[in-house]
């Protein structure tokens, strides 16, 4: 229990035995005091309300009491676990040394044999140092290429980082260009000019080809049509054709801009004021 909930566990026992004998003085004298008693029924009041709030602290005091001794017991048990494998690495040290202790040991009693077999395991214990040695400055070179290592991977770890910005706004910047290319085709395409095309800028193609609508259909909302007109016929991608119904009230029906050619057929999508009546056996005309 800590300082804090002891000092209000005392201040909750003396306010209790104070409003007790309050309390027992306020009977005996309530037909002489009646005022008094008024008095003392107020402070009682307060006072009660004053141990609530002692009794409120109380249990705020508790559970932070509670998160801290959670908080210290995740500490300790953290520590322990570190305390743990320091234990495993030292009891790995001792069984090292122990065992060579134990060569130690068995070089010594064979010393005691011959003064030939002294030399030998003196040399032995020599050697078995220059070992030791050895693997101590291998340890500490382990250390400093494990820090080097750690060091290099936060310098790459920060490079890949400067690049994988670098990166988001290079395909920030193409998407943006891939937008403003698509947008300058669609001007083109409205305009009447394709790419690698052998329109001129007016939209009227160097090329006459005529031919009629095949099929017509709508795919993702965009409305498509085949025409009977392809490769053979010199009709080539981003060609641009004018759909014409001589039987309708308005002949022109709009534009069909051609986006996959075929030997004998290619197929485009339509633009222009009146695609929806597009229909089979309109005829298509590179000029008029």
Do not use: C
Request: no cysteine.
């Amino acid at each position: 229990m800590s300082v804090l909930t002891k000092i209000f566990v005392v201040l909750l026992v003396i306010l209790s035995i104070a409003l007790t004998a309050g309390t027992v003085v306020w009977v005996n004298r309530s037909e002489h005091y009646a005022e008094t008693g008024k008095t003392k029924t107020a402070k009682i009041a307060a006072q009660e309300a004053e141990i609530g709030n002692l009794r409120a602290q109380y249990a705020l005091a508790s559970t932070e009491t509670e998160s801290v001794r959670q908080a210290m017991q995740k500490q300790i048990d953290s520590k322990q676990q570190e305390a743990d494998q320091l234990k495993a690495a030292i009891t790995d040290r001792d069984t090292q040394i122990a065992q060579r202790d134990s060569n130690l040991a068995q070089l010594a009693a064979a010393q005691k044999s011959a003064t030939d077999a002294l030399t030998v395991a003196q040399k032995t214990v020599d050697q078995q140092n220059t070992a030791i040695a050895d693997m101590r400055k291998n340890d500490l070179d382990l250390q400093k290429r494990v820090a080097e290592q750690s060091f290099a991977i936060n310098d790459w770890t920060n490079k890949y980082d400067v690049v994988n910005r670098q990166e988001r706004d290079d395909r920030e910047q193409i998407t943006q260009l891939e937008s403003d290319n698509q947008k300058i085709r669609e001007t083109l395409h409205k305009a009447g000019i394709a790419e690698n095309s052998t329109r001129t800028v007016n939209g009227e193609s160097l090329v006459r080809v005529e031919g009629v609508i095949r099929s017509a259909q709508k795919i993702n909302g965009v409305p498509f049509a085949t025409i009977s007109v392809g490769a053979a016929d010199q009709v080539t991608k981003g060609m641009q054709f004018k759909v014409i119904d001589p039987n309708a009230r308005d002949p022109f029906l709009g534009y069909l801009i051609v986006d996959r050619v075929e030997p004998n057929e290619a197929i485009g999508h339509l633009t222009g004021p009146h695609v929806n009546e597009v229909h089979v056996g309109a005829e298509v005309h590179t000029q008029l």
